[in-house]
């Protein structure tokens, strides 16, 4: 796969009365004030030679901290506002989001100091029924809500 796609997974349960997504929020310095229109799937980089349904269940697994259960069924391909491709899948299975455990990645902080330091790639995760996720979720990424409120008929 060539720069700037990547793939991801939006998990989905159907405990309550409503159907609910998980929704990640980026950690870091520069989302750490955002919320609405934040919030995203768990998603990132497919590496050379990988399938796009392996990288969105590595990605996964790197920034929840869980092992995905079941076979990711392909969702929908969107095109980000910056022009990034997302293949995403879709999964159901539950996720207790206090056992959040995400992978960290290093960054100059602040610009230009010299100093690096290590950021969780995920810094919060919940559930959020269709109605609250097309409030906070990246604007870009709303066809992903779309798309499995169609295939799975709610």
């Known amino acids: 796969m060539t720069a700037g796609k990547s793939a991801g997974v939006l998990l989905y349960r159907r405990g309550g009365v409503e159907l609910e997504v998980l929704l990640i929020h980026p950690g870091g310095p520069y989302w750490r004030n955002r919320d609405a229109g934040a919030w995203q799937i ?6 050379p030679g990988e399938a796009p349904a392996a990288a969105a269940r590595r990605e996964a697994q790197e920034e929840l901290g869980i092992v995905l259960v079941g076979t990711p069924w392909p969702l929908i391909r969107i095109r980000q506002a910056g ?3 997302v293949e995403a899948f879709a999964l159901e299975q539950d996720f207790d989001t206090d056992m959040l455990n995400s992978n960290l990645f290093e960054l100059e902080w602040p610009p230009r100091s010299r100093n690096f330091r290590s950021f969780p ?3 919060d995760a919940r559930w959020f029924t269709l109605a609250a996720a097309r ?20």
């Open 42 to 47: 768990p998603k990132g980089t497919i590496e």
């Open 121 to 123: 790639e995920v810094d």
């Open 135 to 154: 409030a906070m979720i990246l604007t870009s990424q709303l066809p992903l809500l779309d798309a499995l409120e169609m295939a799975l008929a709610v």
């Open 83 to 85: 022009g990034k491709t």
